[in-house]
């Protein structure tokens, strides 16, 4: 019998496969539709600060305005009022999963600021939230701000949640900095239990004829994937936070790669939106087949076994690696042809 179970966090999940945030766990159903196709853990949509900073007067004042007020802002305070389930929407989706489902449910939160969500991640945790995933997205676009106040900012949200909670904090972060495994070591001393590697980073296009900025959001690619599984491979054994990877996890073998690399978990939303969630139990069928082809007896077993101080040829994952990568495209096809 294979062992699929894993540790993440300190909770037990019978498999390493979570619904990463976002729609798939936006409802009670979705959450018990998740769980009955397999899943072994949900992390619940993020709620933004901005949600919970938003009083009722602040959105009166902005109707009030009327006319004068911009029609985007007009529309989207209640908008963000609602996105999501709201505030307190949320904390009841916390509680009513806690008591319909038996995999640990995991809230998120979007802040950006030290104060202002920390009192609602209280709040999450009352309502029976297993853990707090932290979803970092801020975009420094002023140029006076260094990487080293952004990134003892981000320290220090972690540790504010750290010292105001009881549950682990899990904390996600994109890939633009410059030395990820140094701020990863930041974040785990910070007491983050575990580090979501890597949120997506929705770049906005351009249309050239309306002269608009317009938002786009396109689904993952199973090519995103390499980029996760380099960072989780270098930070295994380096850190004490689990590593979690998101991004680019659509089949059986992408679970089974994360997992080598040193993944306590892997996490799953466009698969399962393209796929529909039956999806979920085509990974794990195909997950248990490989693993008794391959002989291996648990998830456990595989956990980093590619991680870099482990691999058979840790500089695949250094500089040394990179000239040999740019010079084997040379010994494909020619591009002059003779
Ligand atoms: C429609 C949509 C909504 C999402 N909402 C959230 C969110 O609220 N919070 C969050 O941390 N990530 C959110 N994500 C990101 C996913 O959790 C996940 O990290 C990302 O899609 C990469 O994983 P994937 O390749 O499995 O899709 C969202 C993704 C999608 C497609």
Not at 36 to 49: I, K, M, N, R
Not at 70 to 97: H, M
Not at 201 to 215: G, S
Request: proline content about 5%; glycine content about 6%; charged content about 20%.
């Amino acid at each position: 019998m294979i062992d699929l179970s894993t540790k993440y966090m300190g909770l037990k999940l019978k498999n390493p496969i979570v619904a990463s945030a976002g729609p798939l766990c936006d409802s009670l159903d979705k959450i018990c539709a998740l769980e009955d196709h397999g899943v072994a853990a949900v992390v619940l949509p993020s709620l933004f600060e901005e949600q919970l900073n938003i009083d009722s007067e602040s959105v009166d004042a902005d109707l009030f305005r009327g006319s004068e007020a911009s029609p985007e802002s007009t529309t989207f305070l209640p908008d963000l009022l609602d996105y999501n389930l709201g505030p307190y929407g949320y904390l009841e989706l916390i509680r009513k999963a806690k008591r319909a489902v038996s995999v640990p449910v995991i809230g998120s939160l979007n802040g950006v600021s030290p104060s202002g969500w920390i009192q609602y991640a209280r709040d999450m945790e009352q309502a029976g939230a297993d853990a707090i995933e932290l979803n970092i997205y801020s975009l420094v676009s002023n140029p006076a701000r260094t990487a080293v106040q952004v990134e003892a900012d981000y320290y220090e949200l972690v540790r504010i949640a750290r010292e105001n909670l009881t549950i682990p904090v899990a904390v996600k972060i994109s890939h633009f900095f410059s030395a990820i495994a140094n701020f990863a070591c930041g974040l785990d001393a910070a007491g983050a239990s575990a580090i979501v590697m890597f949120n997506r980073f929705y770049q906005p296009d351009l249309d050239i004829e309306e002269l608009e900025v317009v938002p786009s959001l396109t689904l993952s690619h199973p090519s995103e994937l390499r980029l996760r599984l380099h960072w989780v491979a270098v930070l295994y054994g380096r850190v004490r936070a689990d590593l979690a990877i998101t991004g680019g996890v659509h089949s059986a073998h992408d679970v089974i790669k994360g997992v080598m690399a040193g993944g306590s978990v892997t996490m799953m939303t466009s698969a399962l939106l393209q796929n529909g969630l039956p999806h979920l139990g085509t990974v794990l069928r195909d997950l248990s087949a490989w693993m008794n082809e391959h002989e291996y007896e648990s998830i456990a077993q595989m956990r980093g076994s590619m991680s870099q101080h482990k691999a058979p040829n840790p500089g695949a994952y250094e500089r040394n690696n990179y000239m040999k990568v740019l010079s084997s495209y040379a010994l494909r096809k020619p591009i002059l042809q003779p």
